[in-house]
């Protein structure tokens, strides 16, 4: 409006100035001079204003050269009807000329319109194409709009999945007050099924143009497809992590179901062979069926374990029970354990005296030591040594290691060997079902621990860190 | 009547009571049954049974609400069963009362010296002359003397080593939870400063143990509390 305004003022003032240069010199100039002369205004005002102005400097220029220069001078009258031509011939002429150049100039500005308009869409749909998480894109979305309208506000609201969402910029908005309830303007995302929300624009002073209110349709609509591929991918890759989910699970399913039946074989095996009657066992063989049957026992049992800490770590459902430890009270049992299990091992447990209590879930931790402690029997050779270590790390944090003099492992499988079902030996060597440093990692991680694995000069280790403190803070303890 | 000890099985498996009722008797134990809480009440109050163990997941109710419930009116040892994993509902059950706890799946010979142990503490608790010196390998610990001898030689304990080792030597054989100790020890006020007791049951150990870290006498219950083994 401003602009317009302008250049309609422009034009007179022009005109203005022609005809207070030309009155100077009015006695030496021929009336056809001054009435050429007068198609400079005419004919700047188009150029610059467009086709309005143009028709305003020529009306103006047409009353101007009759009123000042065609005598009798300071009236409308004409007496000559040679003047009368000049004017008639004048007025044609100053109208046809802002008119061409009117035109021009207008179309010279739509072009321009067009032409900045096609790059902002560009720019957006550039932007929303880069972009994939759904607030991102409706960020930009309202940031763009922002800009290109020069708005005072910009609100983009979807509709549900999963709930309503609404960006407002500019966020903290202290003129949101200033501004009414209702938008200047409001144009909906129609997607292709359904309404997926609108945008919302406040912009005080002057309404949008059509062109600009087409430029929001086009935003709106961009808005929307960028909108609808985001929801399609997200749903796609939903989709991946279910499958290979239930890929886990079969996987899981068929491991396990190997895994307890081994020990349910000999269970099975030694209980119906001591029912029998129709062989009379020697004691010996007696205690070492019934050993077998108490050993596979306890192996089914500690499976049963392993399963319900893998699925508690994978729902997220781990329950901690954090509380001051003594490190080497929880490695003791699992030690003893493993003594027993692994009679050719020679079992090393070497954890200074002075070190400071750890903040831990034992009875988790535990099964951590457990764990480690039967693979390295599983593992390494007979007759060699396990042994756990420990010392400080830092200020906040002991190491622990678990090493073996087993085989090392391939550097690109030292990070793999925590995921689940990760086996370095082909599976019907050495029975497991590929949990166990997986359900440590879990473990040592819900403690606010690290894990890692690390090839030694002639064996392999396990090392994790547990924090000293809680909250950083060190336990109190009482003198006497 | 005969003097076999009665027992009374609360447990919602029938497999577990079959085998319990088998094993029990077998080894002189008279023995009652019951498949549900209620019943289970109802049992206890009808037979006045000498010992109970109780499963703590049953059907009509929960297992802690049934030991407080036997806990209104009886001192009758009560011993609690529940599987692995289940830390909170053991602590919970032995600070509402219960004496002890086993893990399922469990061994008979646990299972047998949790309930002579039991059976020895309620005998200890109607009798008046309580025992004062428990022993427990080369250790005496004569808790009216304050005096602890290790192989016949005095070891010197602080005050609060000796309050603590004395309350888990009067309860030689059964578990006793952190909370339990610590209020018992210190105050009701510490029962969740936890690291005193680690660091006291450290010092404690190192006195008294050969191997501190494999310990004999004070053995560490994971995410429970400590138990002291007396005798040989």
Request: glycine share 6%; proline share 4%.
């Amino acid at each position: 409006m401003q602009r317009r305004l302008f250049y309609f003022l422009l034009s007179i003032v022009i005109t203005a100035i022609v005809t207070a240069g030309l009155l100077v010199i009015r006695d030496q100039m021929e009336i056809a001079t001054v009435a050429l002369l007068y198609l400079l205004p005419v004919g700047t005002s188009a150029a610059l204003g467009g086709l309005s102005p143009g028709i305003l400097a020529a009306l103006t220029a047409f009353f101007s050269l009759n009123y000042f220069f065609l005598p009798p001078y300071g009236t409308l009258m004409v007496h000559q009807s040679q003047d009368i031509l000049v004017l008639i011939v004048f007025l044609v002429l100053a109208v046809s000329i802002s008119q061409l150049v009117g035109r021009m100039t207008n179309s010279l500005a739509t072009a321009r319109a067009r032409e900045n308009e096609t790059a902002r869409l560009y720019e957006l749909s550039l932007a929303l194409s880069r972009l994939h998480r759904e607030p991102d894109l409706l960020t930009n979305l309202a940031q763009q709009t922002l800009e290109t309208f020069q708005a005072e506000q910009v609100e983009v609201f979807t509709e549900g999945e999963p709930q309503p969402g609404l960006i407002r910029l500019p966020e903290a908005s202290s003129r949101g007050n200033s501004l009414s309830e209702q938008p200047t303007i409001l144009v909906s995302m129609q997607g292709r099924q359904r309404l997926l929300g609108e945008i919302r624009l406040w912009r005080t002073g002057w309404t949008l143009s059509p062109s600009e209110e087409r430029l929001l349709r086009t935003y709106a609509s961009q808005g929307v497809l960028a909108l609808e591929r985001a929801r399609l991918a997200a749903n796609e890759s939903r989709a991946r992590i279910l499958e290979e989910s239930d890929r886990m699970k079969s996987a899981l399913l068929s491991s396990v179901s190997h895994e307890l039946r081994t020990p349910l074989a000999t269970i099975k095996a030694a209980v119906t062979s001591l029912r029998s009657e129709d062989v009379a066992w020697e004691a010996e063989a007696r205690r070492d069926l019934l050993a077998a049957i108490e050993e596979e026992t306890d192996h089914l049992n500690q499976l049963v374990g392993n399963l319900l800490n893998m699925s508690r770590i994978e729902a997220g459902a781990l329950q901690l029970n954090r509380r001051w430890n003594v490190l080497a009270e929880i490695a003791a049992p699992a030690t003893k354990r493993a003594r027993l299990a692994g009679p050719n091992h020679r079992i090393e447990l070497d954890i200074p005296e002075d070190l400071p209590l750890v903040y831990v879930d034992d009875v988790l931790m535990e099964h951590v030591f457990n764990n480690l402690l039967s693979n390295s029997l599983k593992y390494s050779p007979s007759n060699s040594i396990i042994k756990i270590t420990a010392g400080l790390q830092d200020e906040q944090n002991v190491w622990v290691q678990v090493d073996n003099q087993g085989p090392a492992v391939l550097e690109a499988d030292l990070k793999k060997i925590f995921d689940k079902f990760h086996r370095v030996t082909a599976a019907d060597q050495i029975t497991g079902t590929g949990l166990g440093l997986s359900i440590c990692k879990g473990i040592v991680e819900a403690n606010q621990g690290s894990i890692w694995a690390e090839n030694l000069e002639h064996g392999f280790a396990i090392r994790f860190t547990l924090p000293t403190q809680a909250e950083g803070v060190n336990p109190r303890i009482p003198n006497e | 009547m005969s003097n076999q000890p009665h027992i009374l099985v609360i447990d919602d498996e029938h497999q577990i009571l079959r085998a319990l009722r088998t094993i029990l008797t077998g080894r002189q134990f008279r023995v009652s049954i019951a498949a549900t809480g209620e019943e289970g009440l109802a049992l206890a109050a009808a037979s006045q049974p000498d010992a109970i163990i109780l499963d703590l997941s049953l059907p009509d109710m929960d297992g802690v609400t049934v030991c407080k419930r036997l806990r209104e009116w009886t001192h009758t040892p009560i011993i609690v069963l529940s599987v692995r994993d289940s830390e909170q509902d053991k602590v919970q059950a032995l600070d509402s009362g219960a004496d002890d706890y086993l893990t399922k799946p469990f061994g008979i010979d646990e299972l047998l010296a949790r309930i002579r142990v039991a059976l020895r503490h309620a005998a200890a608790r109607g009798s008046a002359n309580k025992r004062t010196v428990v022993t427990a390998g080369p250790l005496v610990i004569d808790l009216a003397q304050h005096l602890v001898r290790r192989d016949g030689e005095e070891v010197k304990l602080t005050a609060t080593e000796f309050k603590l080792l004395a309350y888990l030597a009067s309860n030689a054989g059964r578990v006793l939870t952190h909370l339990s100790i610590l209020s018992h020890v210190w105050d009701p006020a510490d029962a969740d400063h936890v690291e005193y007791l680690r660091v006291f049951v450290h010092q404690l150990r190192k006195k008294l143990e050969d191997d501190p870290v494999q310990p004999r006498f004070i053995l560490s219950e994971p995410g429970i509390g400590y138990r002291f083994m007396a005798g040989d």
